[in-house]
């Protein structure tokens, strides 16, 4: 008979297949693929899983978890604006998780909507504490900066890696890291020095009036 243990290693061991496989070939994957990855049979998935929605929603929470770890573990990287460069940093033994983030991204639908909006979520929690730590500088409004540090990161990390697409998965850190080759130096400097030399086009759109009703 199975121990809670055994249970609980195996789920994860299916978990961590389903992960990379999706990563490699999107979600459309079988469960009977998943299975043979794992090393176990299309029943025992289903007995840990009950679906393959169910599976696909697991592979979900595992990785935006680890999201949020490597952002706090990142909290000066992520808070500046470079989210990309903490996707990235860990390199091979994290690339799978990249990869089906960017599937997730270019999959769409309730899927991809439920990552960003975690991914903003988290984003207001860890650049508040910034702001608290003195880290970054407060905003005027702290939850539509979050979102668009998430979304112009992301975004502009799935177009580049759609437009030069690994070969596999575990090629997704090569392909971060020609990107941050190319963009390190111009997002930290506009992160850091800014772009315009005055604030009239900030202070003209503040001061804007409401348009009569």
Known sequence: MRSAVDDLTTRARIRDAAVLRFARSGFGASLRTVAADAGVSPALVVHHFGSKEQLHAACDQHVLAWIRDAKRRNLAAATSGRLIEVLASAETEFAPLVAYVLRSLQAGGAVGRAFVEQMIADAEQYTAEA?????????????????????????????????????????????????????????????????????????????????PA
């Open 131 to 211: 702001v608290e730590q003195g880290i970054a500088r407060p905003s005027r409004d702290e939850k539509a900066r979050a979102r668009y540090l998430v979304l112009s990161a992301l975004g502009a990390l799935l177009l580049s890696v759609t437009l030069d697409p690994p070969q596999d998965a575990a090629d997704v850190g090569a392909a971060v890291r020609r990107y941050l080759d190319q963009m390190a130096l111009p997002s930290i400097e506009l992160y850091t020095e800014g772009f315009l030399t005055s604030r009239r086009m900030l202070d003209d759109f503040v001061h804007v009036p409401d348009p």
